[in-house]
């Protein structure tokens, strides 16, 4: 399975891009989210600025994506936000249609980013990807990394359950084509 990541802070001691590197399927972990601009649909022409047709490219490319969301006062990071705007475009034709995805999260608070995960959810769904209900909320993120490794057994086998979720799909794809 071609697996992308992508990482919903542009910090670079993000925990949520920390939490994405703890998967130990084979993936690709998307760094350039600082690069894409705020969406604009007078921008959405052909071609697209080049950080957004790299990252469409990367998602048709993939035969899943899992995300990993921080929380900015209760929803998805803007930055975030404007990736699924351009992944939600061209209509008809957009590489998010019906792409099998997941959601995480983390947040230093003890809730660890569930409002942000639901929303992102919804605006997933809402761009036409397959999403997966289940859902990871990391909390007190800064007391459950050492060194970027994560401590906590069960919510590893968390994270490798949503991994298996969306292997599963890609495979029963395969075998229905
Ligand atoms: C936050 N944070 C936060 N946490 C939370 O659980 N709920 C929230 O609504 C917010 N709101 C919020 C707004 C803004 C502007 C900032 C900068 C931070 C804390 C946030 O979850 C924490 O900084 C995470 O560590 C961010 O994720 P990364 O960058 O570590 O991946």
Do not use: C
């Amino acid at each position: 399975m071609k697996l992308l990541l992508i990482s919903g802070s542009l910090r670079a001691d993000s925990y949520n891009t920390a939490l994405l590197r703890n998967v130990e399927e084979e993936a690709v972990l998307w760094d350039e989210l600082k690069e894409l601009p705020h969406y604009s649909e007078e921008e959405d022409v052909e071609p697209a600025p080049s950080a957004v047709e790299r990252i469409r490219a990367a998602v048709r490319d993939a035969d899943a994506v899992l995300f990993s969301t921080p929380e900015y006062n209760g929803s998805v990071p803007g930055a975030l936000k404007d990736a699924v705007d351009w992944l939600s475009r061209p209509r008809g034709a957009a590489p998010l249609l019906n792409k099998p995805v997941a959601v995480v999260g983390a947040s230093m608070s003890m809730f660890g980013a569930v409002w942000a995960q639901a929303d992102l959810r919804r605006i997933l769904k809402t761009a036409g990807a397959r999403v997966i209900e289940t859902e990871l909320p990391v909390a007190k993120a800064h007391e459950v990394f050492e060194d970027g490794r994560l401590l906590d057994a069960e919510l590893h086998a968390r994270l490798q359950a949503i991994v298996d979720e969306l292997l599963n799909i890609v495979v029963a794809d395969e075998v229905a084509a």
